[in-house]
């Protein structure tokens, strides 16, 4: 099993952070962010596990629970509810507002763009009598969410404004070694400054505001 | 869309009574109402929950790979293929048109949940394809009619019609 890791990519911390929390046995490389590591996507791809049988697993939050799967601890309807957000609601905001941060140095917009998904994490934290997210002991979904909101909540300058919850939550995840670890080897703990390449090559619909898109649904 | 998708998911899996179903958000994401609990958020979420409910999980695949796989699949679904720019659908039919060359269902061999979705989910953009493209994308024209034929599966979306025999012979272009 070989896992695909890319320097500055944000998805990268997730995988590396599961990959050391659950002590599963693999090769790490680290590739350039533009090398092609799975033939039938269009576009480069990181992180990226390679299983024994030929697979591909190009999600990295399908990685994280892989992971966690193959080491005895299953998807709940709880965690899968938190990794779908992050994918549909967290994931669209936290890259917009990196993206203003970083490249365009708009600290008060990007606060603003992250409002709304700040604001639906602390009122469920505040509803639950857990230490995280759905159990006592940490999950998949917790360290999915962690990584995702790493660059921007580890940032001194993002007024993410009265989130005590969140806060507490996130300090609680963070110190956890194998994250520290995984944040350290992929973005030397530089957050946003060590994301500007990785987010200058992806596509403008991905860091765009989202608004003018008509849903599907 | 995304709630009589549900509905037609419940009946595939032969679940007699139908749930409650709402919707939340400027997206319309779908909320399952749940009696004695939280109420679910989330169309893959609660396509699982509702494959556990049937007691089909063989349906999220059998193995912690097959799990893997479905799941990555769903994903995409709700990730790519929703809310996808028109400019994207080619890059979209493209990749799974490469990804299906050497497979039957998207999990390899077996029929799971994620072929069920993609299909819900592709089938606006199936819908629309003229044949010349129907044959440029042909690994996925032939996934899709095997899935559209798969029985329980098409319900509320009209069967699209595919040329099973290629209009062209193969080998000569």
Partial sequence: ?217 | MALRELSSLEKCLGLKKPNKYGTQGERKVPVLQNNNGAPLVGLVTIASHLVHEAKKTVLLGNSAEERAVVQQWLEYRIARVDNCPKDELKVILKELNHYLEDKVYIAGNVFTLADILMYYGIHRIVVELAIQEKERYLNVTRWFDHIQHYPGVRHHLPPVVVLRNRVYPSGHH
């Fill in chain 1, 1 to 217: 099993m070989k896992l695909f890791v890319g320097e500055g990519n944000p998805h990268s911390v997730k995988v590396l952070a599961v990959l050391e929390l659950t002590g599963v046995k693999c090769d790490v490389q680290l590739v350039n962010n533009e090398e092609r590591v799975v033939p039938y996507l269009t576009r480069p791809v990181l992180p990226v596990l390679l299983l024994p049988s030929g697979q591909h697993l190009f999600s990295p939050n399908t990685i994280c629970q892989y992971l966690f799967d193959v080491s005895g601890r299953k998807a709940t309807d709880a965690t899968n509810q938190w990794m779908e957000w992050e994918i549909t609601d967290l994931q669209p905001a936290v890259l917009q507002a990196l993206h203003m941060m970083a490249l365009q140095g708009k600290r008060s917009e990007a606060a603003a763009v992250m409002k709304e998904p700040l604001s639906h994490l602390e009122q469920n934290l505040r509803k639950t009598s857990t230490q995280f997210l759905t159990s006592d002991v940490i999950t998949v979904a917790d360290i999915v969410l962690w990584a995702a909101l790493y660059p921007i909540l580890s940032d001194p300058s993002f007024d993410a404004g009265d989130l005590r919850c969140v806060r507490g939550w996130f300090d609680g995840v963070d110190v956890q070694s194998a994250c520290q670890t995984a944040a350290q080897k992929v973005l030397h703990g530089k957050s946003s400054e060590a994301l500007k390449t990785f987010l200058q090559k992806l596509p403008a619909t991905q860091t765009q505001r989202r608004d003018g898109q008509t849903s599907t649904n």
